[in-house]
């Protein structure tokens, strides 16, 4: 009976602390509940729907191993209505490949910047074209060299936000400011940015039509310098666009024919790893700091042109820089006296050749006849 009241008295006492437990439990649940801000998602793939769940909730803020912190609230109206999402076709796990569920695997960038660079290579899963064009730009090579600070995908394009990149295309030097502010702040104000930012002048150049899109090149280079000439050319050639604001379109004809231009293109053709110490349009022109040749600020402004041309000719009067024609062909309205003394010459020089040809041909002729007398009185 002993044994038994034994047995009896310590089930007793299991029951009552396993009781105990599951009360405590039951107590403690409202309480873990409280401090969770959101609802967990099922541990399944998760839709767009369920990720906002979470993250559109306000100042949701993770602090990275280096101490940055990585904000991770989405706007969830600004996130339908981007490109990505409004496509239908691309979704959060589309990029984040590894979340298939609630908790999420654990970050391993260290910084802002390696969340960046590490979430780039998701691009080329849609994007492979331009990811291919992007490894060969001088974004990728410095990325590859360990500056972690060289443009990746998400520094030009939000992905959570993704717009068309050119609507504006003011957004095309607000984008490359992000980097290149001095720069970007040269070509604001310039005859193109002004023309841009001021006018929206859909005929004016931004840095891509210059450097390019997603495979950009050095600008450093020699390649890319010698071809630089025909960079200005595909706008200073065109005769309609030029035409609106009456600008000369000789501009790279007139370039060429020069020891100038000629030089240059020698070189581009057989030492495109050479430069030649001939001036390219940027010398005289300037690279982003472009101005109208009528604004008393430009380099080749009329009272400025010889000190521009002496960056070169050190020697040079003012005699050497009023020769230039600024590309123009000389005309009875442009260069006046140059065009009548070329076309005195272009009179002159056939009227002379045609002259002594006829004078040539009635002598051989008459000595002919000459010969023939005399050999019919023998």
């Known amino acids: 009976m002993r044994r038994f ?22 107590q403690a649940s409202p309480a873990r509940q409280s401090a969770t801000l959101q609802p967990t998602p099922a541990a399944s793939a998760t839709g767009d729907e369920e990720c906002l769940a979470c993250h559109s909730q306000p100042d949701q803020i993770k602090t990275l191993p280096n101490g940055d912190q990585l904000y991770l609230t989405i706007d969830s109206a600004a996130y339908h209505g981007a490109l990505h999402s409004q496509s239908g076709k691309v979704s959060c796990t589309s990029c984040h490949t590894n979340i298939t569920g609630y908790p999420h695997p654990a970050l391993t960038a260290e910084s802002q910047r390696d969340v960046a660079i590490q979430f780039s290579e998701t691009c080329q899963q849609c994007h492979a ?9 001088v974004h990728a090579r410095a990325q590859a060299e360990g500056n972690k600070n060289a443009a990746v995908c998400s520094d030009c394009h939000n992905p959570h936000y993704t717009t068309k ?7 095309i030097p607000t984008t490359c400011t992000k980097c290149h502010s ?13 023309a841009l930012f001021n006018e929206n002048n859909p005929d004016v150049p931004t840095c891509i039509d210059c450097h390019g899109v997603h495979n950009i090149a050095d600008p450093t280079k020699s390649e890319f310098l010698l071809n630089s000439p025909q960079l200005c050319a595909k706008c200073h050639t065109d005769e309609k666009m030029m035409a609106k604001y009456g600008l000369n379109t000789n501009v ?37 700091s472009i101005l109208s040749t009528k604004n008393a600020q430009s380099t080749v ?55 002594m040809a006829i004078f040539v041909l009635s002598d051989i002729g008459r000595r002919i006849v000459n010969r023939r007398k005399k050999g019919g009185n023998k």
């Open 5 to 26: 009241a034994r047995w009896v008295g310590g089930g007793t006492l299991v029951l009552m602390a396993l009781l105990a437990l599951t009360l405590n439990g039951v």
């Open 252 to 288: 790279l004809n007139s370039y060429i024919s020069d020891f100038h231009g000629t030089t240059v293109e020698l070189f581009q053709k057989r030492s495109p790893d050479q430069l030649p110490n001939k001036p390219l349009c940027i010398d005289c022109h300037g690279v982003h």
């Open 129 to 137: 074209e331009q990811h291919t064009k992007n490894n060969d730009s």
């Open 165 to 171: 990149p050119n609507e504006p295309r003011t957004a």
């Open 301 to 355: 402004f009329k009272e400025n042109l010889l000190t521009t041309c002496q960056k070169c000719h050190p020697s040079a009067t003012a005699n050497f820089s009023d020769a230039w024609m600024s590309h123009y062909t000389p005309s009875a309205d442009k260069y006046p006296l140059v065009y009548f003394v070329n076309l005195f010459y272009l009179i002159l020089l056939p009227v002379v050749l045609v002259g």
């Open 182 to 194: 001095e720069i970007a702040a040269e070509y604001h104000d310039t005859v193109h940015g002004q």
